[in-house]
């Protein structure tokens, strides 16, 4: 088992050896709580912080003090790169909580990016402070999926986007596919990029309308299929970004 993984903000100065500091950082605060009363941490236990954005330090546990509190030894502050080809999915919005799920299982995976759509035939529709409320879920999902999973790059969840907005998205990709059952080539045959930015769209239940996949086609989006049976909108992003990433490399 790798070490557990807390969030932080930023790094310290006076904690950041690189920077001058002693070494010592005190995790407090909710992530604070979590180590200390949940995971129930000890002294000598590996911890990783992260801001979710790629930096990150391997600590040491010193001491805890009261309930929230965490002391720690920390090594240097390294950065991990990001990884090539980027891979970006548009998510139809799925109803109920079938959303927080696929947002889920996609960061679980290994997604860069994902990118709320609010297509035609999508029976969830985000609104005023619904859509603000919905959102905020995507996000905190894909936080905690990051930290459940041991990443320290956390996806990026984007506002949500019209039709139109994720034509533009598909525009600028190296390769743009648009999961679609029929007169489809494999995606697992499709041509991809070493390096760029992939951008996969995932349709709701009732599919892709034709006035979509005319607009993605004007993009330069090419229609795949993942396979014979037909997959729920909040498991096919999960199952295309493991296909993605294994014949990219990034699974090796």
């Known amino acids: 088992m790798t070490a557990p993984v807390f969030v932080v903000e930023t790094f310290e100065t006076r904690g950041n050896p690189a920077a001058g500091?002693?070494?010592?950082?005190?995790l407090d605060g909710?992530?604070?709580?979590?180590?200390v009363s949940v995971k129930r941490l000890h002294a000598g236990e590996d911890v990783v912080l992260t801001d979710g954005a790629g930096r990150w330090a391997d600590c040491v546990v010193e001491d805890t003090e009261g309930?929230?509190?965490?002391?720690l030894r920390m090594d240097s502050v390294r950065e991990e790169a990001p990884q090539e080809p980027r891979i970006t999915v548009v998510q139809a919005l799925p109803k109920g909580d079938r959303?927080?799920?696929?947002?889920?299982?996609?960061?679980?995976?290994g997604?860069?990016?994902?990118?709320?759509?609010?297509?035609?035939r999508c029976i969830t529709q985000w609104k005023g402070e619904r859509a603000l409320k919905a959102l905020g879920k995507w996000r905190a999902t894909a936080r905690e999926a990051g930290k459940q999973s041991r990443r320290v790059r956390f996806p990026?969840?984007?506002?949500?986007?019209?039709?139109?907005?994720?034509?533009?998205?598909?525009?600028?990709a190296d390769l743009a596919a648009v999961l679609h059952e029929e007169g489809s080539?494999?995606?697992?045959?499709?041509?991809l990029p070493a390096a760029g930015h992939i951008v996969l769209v995932v349709g709701p239940e009732g599919g892709v309308s034709p006035d979509e996949l005319a607009a993605f086609s004007d993009a330069g989006a090419k229609p795949y299929r993942l396979g014979r049976s037909v997959l729920r909108t909040s498991t096919a992003g999960t199952a295309a970004t493991a296909l993605l990433l294994g014949r990219t490399g990034r699974w090796s």
């Open 111 to 120: 997604v860069d990016a994902i990118v709320p759509w609010s297509a035609s």
């Open 99 to 109: 959303g927080e799920l696929a947002v889920e299982t996609m960061t679980e995976t």
């Open 30 to 35: 909710p992530e604070g709580r979590h180590a």
């Open 21 to 26: 500091g002693d070494g010592r950082y005190v």
């Open 185 to 191: 080539e494999p995606l697992a045959t499709a041509e």
């Open 156 to 172: 990026e969840v984007a506002d949500a986007m019209s039709t139109k907005q994720v034509a533009a998205l598909l525009a600028s």
């Open 67 to 71: 309930k929230d509190r965490l002391i």
